[in-house]
C-alpha cells in the first residue's frame, strides 16, 4: 500500500492560490506561448524575404595565385545578384577576394563558379555575401 503524498503545512509558503489566481496563471501562460508564435513567425518571414540566398558548394585551390569556388545563388526569376566571393588562409587571412555579377536568368537558383586570384595559397573558398542587383 502506497502512502499519500504529504501537503505542506498551510501558509507554510504563502497563502493558498484562489482560483482567479490560477486562471490568471492558465490566461498569462497562453499569452506567453501566443506572443512566442508571433516573435517565430516574424523571424520565419524575415528569412523567407531575403531576396537573396547563397550557399557555398565546394572550392578547388589551383596553387598560390588561384583558387575556384563554386556556389548556388537563389533569387527571384528575372532578378540577378552581385556577390563577394573570398579566398582564406589557414590563419583566416583573407588572400583573395573577388565581387561576382550573377546575371538575371529565369531560373530561381544558379550555379555559378569563378576563379579568384590570390597572393598565397588559400585553404577554403567561400561566399561572405550577396545582394541583389539595383
Known sequence: MVAPA????????????????RRLQRWGLAALVVVAMLVLGWIGS?????????????????????????????TDPGAGATCRVEVLSQSYAQVGVLDVEVPPADER???V???VSTVEEGVSGVVDSCSPLP
Open 6 to 21: 504529504p501537503r505542506t503545512p498551510v501558509g507554510r509558503y504563502g497563502p493558498e492560490p484562489t482560483d482567479a489566481a
Open 113 to 115: 563558379t569563378v576563379t
Open 109 to 111: 537558383t544558379r550555379r
Open 46 to 74: 524575415g528569412v523567407l524575404r531575403d531576396p537573396v540566398q547563397w550557399k557555398t558548394i565546394g572550392f578547388r585551390v589551383d596553387g598560390p595565385a588561384s583558387t575556384d569556388v563554386t556556389f548556388d545563388v537563389t
